[in-house]
C-alpha cells in the first residue's frame, strides 16, 4: 500500500466519524465540524485526480496545504467560508423565530462575530485596512469564534498526510484525548452517563488505568449527547494546584468553558476576577449558583453542568476546612442542573471512613483491566487498513500485558516502531515481532531498576506482600510509584 492510498483510507475513516458526528445533531452541528466535513470531501477529490494521473503531487500539495482550517494566509478564500458560516447561523436564527422563540444570546453573539470579521476582510481586501491590522484585530474574534464553536476536532489533511508517513497511532505515557482513539469502556462510559442525573460519582482505579482519558472521552461524548438536556462538560485537573487558589482554578475553567452560553448580564455579576487568586468558597458558591440560573436561560434544552474533576487525591492534602467548604458547596447543589464527577486512585479507601467530609456522597465505579474483547479491539482498530495482526501476535499480546491498557499500548507502540525501521512495507505483525520486543521491555507504570536492585529484591521480597502496591526492600514501606 502506498502513501497515498493509506492517505485516502484514512480521509475516508475520518470523513465517517465526522459524518456520524454532524448526524447526532440533527442539523445543529457545530461549524468546525461542518468545516472539517468540507474539507475532508474536498481532500478526497483532490487526493482520487492525483492517483488518476488529472493532478500533479506539486499542484496538489499545494491544494492541500490551503485546506488547513488554522490559516488566513488567502483571505478570499477565508472570507467565502465566513459567508457560508454566516448563512449556516442565519438559518438557525431563522429557526428559532419559525418556532416563535428568541434565539439564544450564544447565537446572537455568534453572527455578531462572524458580521465583523466579514467587514474586517472586506476592508482589508479593498486595501483599506494594512494586513497588521486586519490580522490583530481578526484574533480576539477567532478566539471567541472558536470557543462558541467548541468541538473536538481531527487531524485536518495536511497534517494527517505528513503524519501517515511514519504511521503509529499509539500512545504510551499520555491519557488519550481524541475521541477517534478511544478504544473501549463502553459499559463504563454508559454506567457513568446513566448516573450523571441522580448522583455524584467517582471514577477510581490503579494508576495508568484509564481514568482521564475516560473522563476526556466522557467531555466528547457529553458535548455531543443529545436528549432532554443539554449537557456542558467541563474538565478540571487539580494536580499540583494550591489549597489557597483551588476554589479560583476551579471557577476560571468554568466560567471559560460556559461563557459562550451564558447572557451577558450573569458574566458580569459574577465575583470571579481572573487576575485575582484570593477567591473564597462562599464567592464560589454565589458565583456557581448565578451561573447555574443563567444556563437555563439560553439554550432551547435546559442545561446541565457537568464538572470533571482529575487527580482529585490532591484533595486529600487540603485541611479540613477546606475539604469542609466543598462538601457543603456540593451539597447545596445536589438534585439540580450541576452534576459531578470525580476521578483518583485512592479516593474510594480515603473517603470511606465517616471521617471523611465525602463519605456516603459519591457512587463509586471502578475501572478494571480490559476483557480480551476491548483488549483486542485495542490492538488492531488503531492500525486498522495500515498493518494486521496474526492471532498468535494478538495472543501473545494478550498473555503480555494482562489486559491492561497502558501496557497494550506501549507493546504496541514499540511493535509498530519495530516494523517501520526494520521491515518496510511489511504489513503483517508477527508473535516474532513480539517475541522481539518483550525481553527488553520496561513498562511505564514501573520503576526503572538497576541490576543491584532487582538482585536484592528477588532474594529479599517475601512470598505475600498483602495490602502493598509495591515492596521497597530499602525501607520496608509501600510506595507507589506508577505515573499518571
Not at 458547596?329 to 465517616?354: D, H, P, Y
Amino acid at each position: 500500500m502506498t502513501d497515498i492510498e493509506a492517505f485516502l483510507i484514512k480521509l475516508h475513516q475520518n470523513l465517517n466519524i465526522l459524518r456520524e458526528r454532524e448526524a447526532k445533531y440533527v442539523g445543529d452541528a457545530p461549524l468546525t465540524l461542518l468545516n472539517q466535513i468540507e474539507d475532508h470531501q474536498t481532500a478526497i477529490m483532490l487526493t482520487e485526480q492525483l492517483r488518476r494521473g488529472e493532478l500533479s503531487e506539486t499542484d496538489w500539495l499545494e491544494a492541500l496545504h490551503i485546506l488547513n482550517t488554522s490559516t488566513i494566509s488567502d483571505p478570499t478564500i477565508f472570507l467565502l467560508k465566513l459567508h457560508r458560516h454566516l448563512n449556516t447561523l442565519r438559518e438557525r436564527e431563522l429557526k428559532y423565530v419559525k418556532w416563535g422563540g428568541s434565539p439564544p444570546v450564544s447565537l446572537l453573539n455568534q453572527i455578531q462575530d462572524y458580521q465583523t470579521a466579514i467587514q474586517l476582510t472586506e476592508k482589508f481586501l479593498r486595501r483599506e485596512l494594512k494586513e497588521v491590522d486586519w490580522q490583530q484585530a481578526l484574533q480576539p474574534l477567532l478566539l471567541s469564534i472558536e470557543s462558541r464553536n467548541n468541538q473536538i476536532e481531527l487531524l485536518d489533511p495536511w497534517v494527517l498526510f505528513i503524519a501517515t508517513k511514519n504511521y503509529n497511532p499509539y500512545i504510551a505515557g499520555p491519557p488519550i484525548t481524541q475521541p477517534e482513539m478511544f478504544f473501549g469502556r463502553q459499559a463504563d462510559l454508559e454506567k457513568v452517563i446513566g448516573l450523571l442525573k441522580n448522583n455524584f460519582v467517582m471514577l477510581t482505579g490503579p494508576r495508568r488505568i484509564g481514568k482521564t482519558s475516560l473522563l476526556h472521552q466522557l467531555t466528547y461524548q457529553l458535548s455531543i449527547l443529545m436528549g432532554i438536556e443539554k449537557f456542558i462538560p467541563v474538565l478540571v485537573n487539580i494536580e499540583g494546584a494550591l489549597e489557597t487558589e483551588f476554589f479560583h482554578l476551579l471557577m476560571e475553567e468554568i466560567v471559560s468553558a460556559v461563557q459562550p452560553f451564558l447572557p451577558p448580564e450573569t458574566t458580569t455579576t459574577l465575583s470571579f476576577d481572573l487576575s485575582n487568586f484570593v477567591y473564597p468558597a462562599r464567592a464560589f458558591s454565589r458565583d456557581l449558583q448565578a451561573i447555574l440560573k443563567g444556563l437555563q436561560t439560553t439554550t432551547p434544552l435546559p442545561s446541565r453542568l457537568v464538572l470533571l474533576l482529575d487527580e482529585m487525591d490532591t484533595l486529600n492534602s487540603y485541611s479540613l476546612e477546606t475539604q469542609s467548604q466543598l462538601r457543603r458547596i456540593f451539597q447545596r447543589f445536589t438534585n439540580t442542573n450541576l452534576s459531578i464527577v470525580v476521578a483518583g486512585v485512592k479516593l474510594r479507601q480515603q473517603w470511606a471512613g465517616e471521617s471523611s467530609p465525602f463519605y456516603n456522597m459519591f457512587i463509586p465505579v471502578t475501572l478494571s483491566p480490559f476483557p480480551e474483547t476491548e483488549a483486542r479491539r485495542l490492538i488492531t482498530g488503531p492500525v486498522q487498513g495500515r498493518y494486521t495482526y496474526q492471532d498468535e501476535a494478538i495472543t501473545r499480546i494478550l498473555q503480555a500485558t494482562s489486559g491492561l491498557p497502558h501496557r497494550i499500548q506501549q507493546l504496541c507502540l514499540e511493535v509498530i516502531n519495530r516494523i517501520s525501521t526494520t521491515s518496510e512495507g511489511r504489513q503483517e505483525i508477527t508473535v516474532e515481532d513480539v517475541d522481539s520486543i518483550l525481553p527488553a521491555i520496561q513498562w511505564l507504570d514501573e520503576p526503572t531498576l538497576s541490576q543491584d536492585q532487582v538482585t536484592t529484591i528477588v532474594t529479599t521480597q517475601p512470598a505475600i506482600a498483602e495490602d502493598r502496591t509495591e515492596y521497597d526492600p530499602t525501607t520496608s514501606t509501600s510506595t507507589d510509584q506508577e505515573t499518571k
